[in-house]
């Protein structure tokens, strides 16, 4: 089969399949301009990240915290969330701190480039789990 015909074989599905594709973007788009989101609710709501991180500063590890939350909605409610959900969930907001914190210093920067200089790399400080 020569190369024009495959081409003209396949694009009726291409654009078909490119349809579908731009109206399940626009669907998406238009539930979260409503304020509408799909999946499951989160397991560590933010009520439990600030106790788990309160009690991560006095020093407790997650799996002696592990066993006190229980979560309040969804397939699990009332059973205690999974180590693992903890430490993810540690772990994006010490993500969503960091970008906050860049998201501060990148006025300070942008004009340190408009002026010439070049602003020195930053330490990312993390702390362990």
Not at 98 to 109: F, G, M, Q
Request: glycine letters at 8%; one cysteine or more; a positive charge.
């Amino acid at each position: 089969m020569d190369c024009a015909r495959r081409l003209s074989c396949h694009f009726p599905q291409g654009a078909e399949r490119e349809n579908i594709r731009e109206s399940t973007l626009e669907g998406l788009d238009t539930a979260s301009r409503k304020g509408k989101h799909g999946g499951r609710p989160p397991v560590i709501t933010d009520d439990m990240l600030h106790t788990v991180l309160r009690r991560r500063a006095n020093g407790e590890s997650v799996e002696q915290i592990e066993p006190a939350r229980i979560i309040p909605t969804g397939k699990r409610k009332g059973r205690n969330p999974s180590v693992a959900s903890i430490y993810r969930a540690l772990a994006e907001h010490a993500k969503r701190e960091a970008y906050l914190e860049a998201a501060e210093k990148a006025p300070a920067d942008f004009a340190a480039l408009r002026a010439g200089e070049v602003p020195g790399p930053r330490l990312l400080l993390v702390t362990s789990p």
